[in-house]
């Protein structure tokens, strides 16, 4: 697969996720263990009106995001979080901002990756690292049937 065709998948599954859909993430950059998703600023990701800065839940929701998008790059899907652990570093300001995702490692059952996000200054407003499930679930009896 070529980048692009590889960012084209990793876009559409991205969407695939309600809340990524409405945060208009985009994957701008991929390459084997490694990504850059976009986040277009929002009015409604204030969690200060007055200091018009990004709710902390959207910061983690983005290090979630690109920890486990850069396993994805390898796994060919997103893993299921496990654990996750979030640093705020400063407050993002309104206007977009880059997540970049790193797998630190991938084993059979278990991956980890870190991630750090970037405002448009280019300065890391927060960062985190994220353990994951990587082995395939098993399907419940009852979604093999078809049933569920």
């Given amino acids: 697969m070529s980048l692009t065709e590889d960012q084209q998948w990793l876009n559409v599954r991205l969407r695939r996720n309600h809340f990524?859909?409405?945060?208009?993430?985009?994957?701008?950059?991929?390459?084997?263990?490694?990504i850059d998703i976009f986040a277009p600023w929002r009015e409604e990701i204030v969690s200060n009106p007055d200091l018009r800065f990004t709710h902390g839940g959207?910061?983690?929701t983005l290090v979630?995001?690109?920890a486990s998008f850069a396993?994805?790059?390898?796994?060919?899907?997103?893993p299921q979080t496990i654990d996750m652990r979030v640093d705020y570093h400063a407050m993002a300001q309104s206007g977009d901002l880059v997540a970049r995702g790193k797998i630190l490692r991938l084993g059979r059952t278990i991956g980890s990756a870190?991630?750090?996000?970037?405002?448009?200054?280019n300065r890391m407003v927060s960062s985190g690292r994220a353990t994951f499930l990587v082995v395939e679930s098993k399907p419940s009896a009852t979604n093999?049937?078809?049933?569920?």
């Avoid at 396993?71 to 997103?78: D, F, Q, S, W």
């Avoid at 093999?144 to 569920?148: I, K, L, P």
Wanted: charged share 25%; glycine share 10%; net charge negative.
């Fill in 64 to 66: 979630d995001t690109a």
């Fill in 58 to 60: 959207v910061l983690a």
């Fill in 144 to 148: 093999a049937a078809g049933t569920g």
């Fill in 114 to 121: 870190e991630a750090a996000i970037f405002d448009t200054a």
């Fill in 20 to 34: 990524c859909k409405w945060l208009d993430l985009r994957v701008i950059r991929a390459a084997d263990g490694e």
């Fill in 71 to 78: 396993i994805a790059t390898r796994l060919g899907r997103p």
